[in-house]
């Protein structure tokens, strides 16, 4: 399963990796589904004034990166700025979720469509199965935005706040990771 697995301390900086441990849990705190604010102003304060390639020197996307960790600490509106006219499939994908994360799933959906098939979504398709979120073999979206929906109407939202952490950790290992050569 891979919340045990954590965060390699080789891929990520030492700043990243303290902004990581910063709440209980680190990266393997649960994110709220909708979130109605930031979890943590004093984070948000440092990733506003964070330059993200110094933060993640070796990405594949540093910008998608930082997206990305605006998303975590449930900052959507920052996320959304850093990838508002992302044209490549990694900064469309953090679109998608800080849209499914605002309860936007319409648009959610719009992004999902431009992505297209992500490079995570096998191995997130299997963790979804290994955390025993069962909806078909490959990884669709589209039906995970529904089920965020259906989850939060009925609190029974555990599984998916649990999917939806492996799909952040996945997404931005593959964001923050080292650039391919």
């Known amino acids: 399963m891979l919340v045990r697995l954590g965060f390699d301390s080789d891929i990520y900086s030492p700043e990243v990796a303290a902004l990581l441990a910063h709440k209980a849990g680190g990266a393997a705190r649960p994110m709220e589904l909708f979130p109605s604010r930031c979890t943590d102003e004093s984070v948000r304060s440092q990733l506003l004034k964070a330059d993200a390639v110094a933060l993640f020197p070796n990405a594949r996307d540093a910008n998608a990166a930082l997206s990305g960790l605006f998303l975590y600490f ?3 509106k920052e996320a959304h700025e850093l990838v508002d006219n992302a044209s490549h499939a990694d900064g469309m994908y953090w679109h998608a979720i800080m849209h499914r994360m605002e309860g936007d799933g319409g648009n959610s959906g719009y992004w999902f469509r431009h992505v297209g098939r992500h490079p995570v979504f096998p191995a997130l398709a299997q963790e979804a199965r290994e955390l025993g979120y069962e909806k078909g073999g490959d990884w ?10 259906m989850s939060a109407r009925t609190k029974e939202d555990d599984l998916a706040k ?5 799909e952040w950790q996945l997404l931005f290992r593959h964001c923050a990771g080292m650039a391919a050569h």
């Open 140 to 149: 669709d979206p589209f039906a995970f935005i529904r089920y965020c929906e």
């Open 162 to 166: 649990r999917v939806q952490l492996a």
């Open 74 to 76: 449930s900052c959507l």
